[in-house]
């Protein structure tokens, strides 16, 4: 189908990479979604509404930067997102935020993630309220002119989940 | 909105299976238990208005913004 972006302009994406959020991201209404991978994405990606051309996030796997991070999800939830407890085959997207104010300082979200059903195509904005995991954990500070991830070991590793299966290259 | 008064010690029943007890007053604060079947999450509404403001605000990125990100990434961390 087509999709209007204000970003990215006119897309035509697949049918069976269009994301339903039956809730909706919270505070938002709309409830279609398509993940967008630009060139040289850099791990990032454009969760962008299908109904808003100008409703975009940028998402990104927190897997890759949080080792051991894990949602643990409701039977409620289970069912919300059609998702087969015995597979539990599940892809979880980071809410990522630029701040503006002194450093461009990348944060994620990891006490609302966005967890995903490949299979179904269904998705939930979740919120944790365990005090584990922070609203805005620091990725990095861009541009930086010494990156604060400098060892090898702090590097995002390459994207263990199967997010490329879902996504849209643009 | 149902506005009951209870005291501390008291019990209000939601439905069957949600209990809320007053366990205790002080200092201008209400101390809650609440019993719960598990599949049922509880937040604090301030947790829930952290989570729809942190979302406003990620709704907001330049298509500049990501460039600049993804150009400054530390080294080998690009996907392709």
Redesign the interface.
């Given at each position: 189908m087509k999709v209007m972006t204000s970003?990215f302009g006119a897309l035509e994406i697949d049918d069976d990479r269009i994301i339903d959020m039956p809730d909706g991201?919270?505070?938002?209404a709309e409830r279609r979604f398509i993940l967008l991978s630009?060139?040289?994405?850099?791990?990032?990606f454009?969760f962008q509404a299908v109904d808003n051309p100008a409703?975009?996030?940028?998402v990104t796997d927190p897997t890759a930067f949080v080792p051991g991070y894990e949602v643990t999800l409701?039977?409620?939830?289970y069912e919300k997102l059609k998702l087969d407890p015995e597979s539990a085959d599940i892809i979880l997207l980071a809410?990522?935020?630029?701040h503006h104010d002194s450093t461009?300082n990348?944060t994620i979200?990891l006490?609302?993630p966005v967890v995903v059903n490949p299979i179904t195509m269904v998705a939930k904005?979740?919120?944790l309220?365990n005090g584990k995991y922070g609203?805005?954990y620091p990725l990095?500070t861009?541009?930086?002119p010494e990156?604060?991830?400098?060892k090898e070991e702090?590097?995002?590793a390459?994207?263990p989940q199967k997010i490329s299966a879902i996504c849209s290259n643009i | 909105m149902l506005v009951l008064t209870r005291k501390v010690g008291d019990e209000l029943y939601i439905g069957d299976r949600i209990c809320v007890k007053v366990m205790g007053i002080s200092g201008g604060k209400v101390r809650l238990g609440i019993d719960a079947p598990t599949s049922l999450r509880i937040y604090r509404e301030e947790v829930l208005a952290k989570v729809k403001s942190e979302n406003r605000f990620a709704a907001e990125w330049e298509l500049t913004d990501f460039q600049k990100m993804v150009d400054h990434l530390p080294n080998n961390s690009r996907e392709r």
């Open positions: 970003r991201m919270i505070g938002f630009p060139d040289n994405n850099g791990c990032f454009w409703l975009a996030f940028v409701t039977p409620d939830e809410v990522t935020n630029i461009s990348i979200n006490q609302g904005q979740i919120v309220e609203i805005r990095f861009s541009p930086a990156p604060s991830l400098k702090e590097r995002p390459d994207s | -």
